[in-house]
T-cell receptor, first 113, second 118 residues
Framework: GENVEQHPSTLSVQEGDSAVIKCTYS??????FPWYKQELGKRPQLIID?????GEKKDQRIAVTLNKTAKHFSLHITETQPEDSAVYFC????????????FGAGTRLFVKA | DVKVTQSSRYLVKRTGEKVFLECVQD?????MFWYRQDPGLGLRLIYF???????EKGDIPEGYSVSREKKERFSLILESASTNQTSMYLC?????????????????FGPGTRLTVL
């Protein structure tokens, strides 16, 4: 079946450094790739997304890249800040009658001040 | 501002009990989802619905059922709760295909219900 693999499961960086989280997906028909951030004790919230007809998208300090051929996509956070500490989930949307989204297992990012 | 609410933040039930988890959204969204969140496993889809009275199985539907009698409400039912159903349950909603922009894909999550089955 469809799945999304996410790495690493835990990432620790110094404040100001960059953080990169990588995901791969299995369904070549996937066409939409969102990233969600979940702070401790809170609900997941969308932070950035990308469609399959775009290779890269940037929003201030965060960017997402997509390689459709390799079925890889990545989240890049530059100039990390302590408030970036959270769990990040990548996801891929597949179409099976409805709009089903498959999530990765999550990456816990720690930004050390 | 989209609001997705869940009936309880914390719930403790006994093995064998029937459990109802309720989710309500106020944005007229067509799609609604139930996930469970477990450490190291991320968000796993239990069931989803893209219209009233419509439902589709997700990746882990066993032991669960759902009900969508009204557009704004999506209920998750544990017919006979078991200890391995102890988890955080998250409800989410999103627009349907009538949205012509990317925004129809964004899922809005509820605050979650932490269920403990003893």
């Amino acid at each position: 079946g469809e799945n999304v693999e996410q790495h690493p499961s835990t990432l620790s960086v110094q404040e100001g450094d960059s953080a990169v989280i990588k995901c791969t997906y299995s369904d070549s028909a996937s066409n939409y790739f969102p990233w969600y951030k979940q702070e401790l004790g809170k609900r997941p919230q969308l932070i950035i997304d990308i469609r399959s007809n775009v290779g890269e998208k940037k929003d201030q300090r965060i960017a997402v890249t997509l390689n459709k051929t390799a079925k890889h996509f990545s989240l890049h956070i530059t100039e990390t800040q302590p408030e970036d500490s959270a769990v990040y989930f990548c996801a891929a949307r597949v179409r099976t009658g409805g709009f089903k989204t498959i999530f990765g297992a999550g990456t816990r990012l720690f930004v050390k001040a | 501002d989209v609001k997705v609410t869940q009936s309880s933040r914390y719930l403790v039930k006994r093995t064998g009990e029937k459990v109802f988890l309720e989710c309500v959204q106020d944005m007229d969204h067509e799609n609604m989802f139930w996930y469970r969140q477990d450490p190291g496993l991320g968000l796993r889809l239990i069931y989803f619905s893209y219209d009233v009275k419509m439902k589709e199985k997700g990746d882990i539907p066993e032991g669960y059922s759902v009900s969508r009698e009204k557009k704004e409400r999506f209920s998750l039912i544990l017919e006979s709760a078991s200890t391995n159903q102890t988890s955080m349950y998250l409800c989410a909603s999103s627009l349907g295909t009538r949205g012509a922009t990317l925004k129809y894909n964004e899922q809005f999550f509820g605050p979650g219900t932490r269920l403990t089955v003893l």
